[in-house]
Each structure stands twice: as structure tokens, then as C-alpha cells.
């Protein structure tokens, strides 16, 4: 297994940062590893606490008839254009994952989470991207009510809210860029008639 000897702090923002690792490989031989962390300082990196606290939020939720989903359609940097996701955030300091799901999908498309108890197994924090950052996420599950809004949406989002039947959801995979989660999500939402029946089974 591999070492971590040393821990440089190459950036200083306030929701993401890169560190680099100075590593003993597992052939003895030295080299560096480069990790994007939602950590603002090097002792809160997961490397080092080893604890996996869920630094954001993911939501999948429905409407009360199960016949749609809520997606977000939002404009990205990275990818220089528009890209199909679940509604997600980060979780605030004193704030329980549950509770910055509701807050999320507020801000977000203006509409009201209410989340349902599952196996805490379907909530647990997951890892995004592991190969390039230790950020992980819990999963929230609920439904949806109310109308669409982007009135709380902050200056530098630029989200649409859409709920989804499953034949938009076949043309969303077919056609569209799609964030991994929401694939894994809508794949499911598809080819099941009870779309949250795995969560209880």
C-alpha cells in the first residue's frame, strides 16, 4: 500500500482547493499525487481524519404520482456548456445532509423536498471522483411538490428545473450530456414502474 509523507497545500479557496502529496509508492520509489479536496486546510483532508463525512448533497426525488423526476439542466465551465444533473449542494456548517437537500432544491428549481426514511445503506456518503478528489456525498430521497422557480438562484447559477417522464428521460441519455449520478438515477427511473421500490426492499 502506498505513503503518504508529506502534505503541500498548493491553493487557499474557500470551496475547493489542490494539495499535493509527496508519496512512497508500493515499489519504495517516491512521487507526487495531486487532490482537489473541499478542504480549506491540509489537516481536514480525508487522508488524514479518515473519517467520511458527506461534504454535499445529491437528491433524487419524484413526484407524489412516481410518474417523474426532478432533474436540473445548468451550465457548467469545465465542460463550456449545458449538462443534465440532480439537484445538489454542498451542506453548511451545523446543517444535517437532510436538511441542506430541502435548502438545495429550494434554491435550486423553487419546488419543496420532502425526504423519506430509507436504509441509512442508500444515504451513506459516496466518493464522486475518487481518482482526483476525496469529496463525497450523501444521497437524499424524496418527493417534490410545488412550482418551479429560479428566483432563489444565486447570481453565478444558471439552472433550469425539469420534470421528467420516462420517455424524456431515453432522449436525455440518448442525446444529451449527463452527469454520472443522474444517469445511474434515470437508468433506474426507466426500466422500473416504482421507481423507489428498491428502497425498501
Keep these: 500500500m502506498g505513503i503518504i ?9 474557500r470551496f475547493l482547493n489542490m494539495y499535493e502529496l509527496i508519496t512512497t509508492r508500493k515499489t519504495g520509489n517516491t512521487g507526487k499525487y495531486f487532490v482537489a479536496s ?27 404520482d412516481r410518474q417523474r423526476v426532478l432533474v436540473i439542466r445548468q451550465y457548467r465551465y469545465p465542460i463550456d456548456g449545458y449538462i443534465y444533473e440532480l439537484p445538489a449542494g454542498l451542506v453548511d456548517d ?4 437532510r436538511e441542506a437537500a430541502v435548502r438545495e432544491v429550494h434554491e ?4 419543496t423536498l420532502t425526504p423519506i426514511d430509507v436504509d441509512p445503506m ?7 471522483t475518487v481518482g482526483m478528489t476525496d469529496e463525497s456525498c450523501a444521497c437524499v430521497y424524496g418527493y417534490i411538490s410545488g412550482e418551479t ?8 447559477e444558471e439552472i433550469e428545473a425539469i420534470l421528467i417522464d420516462r420517455a424524456e428521460a431515453r432522449r436525455i441519455l440518448k442525446e444529451e450530456h449527463v452527469a454520472a449520478q443522474l444517469a445511474y438515477h434515470i437508468e433506474r427511473f426507466i426500466s422500473e414502474e416504482d421507481p423507489f421500490a428498491y428502497l425498501f426492499n
Design 122 to 128: 442508500f444515504e451513506a456518503p459516496r466518493f464522486t
Design 5 to 13: 509523507n508529506e502534505i503541500h497545500q498548493q491553493t487557499k479557496n
Design 108 to 111: 435550486e428549481t423553487g419546488l
Design 38 to 64: 473541499r478542504a480549506e486546510k491540509p489537516e481536514d483532508l480525508m487522508c488524514v481524519t479518515h473519517i467520511n463525512k458527506p461534504d454535499g448533497v445529491i437528491i433524487y426525488a419524484i413526484t407524489e
Design 149 to 156: 422557480s429560479k428566483k432563489y438562484l444565486e447570481e453565478n
Design 94 to 97: 451545523g446543517e444535517s445532509y
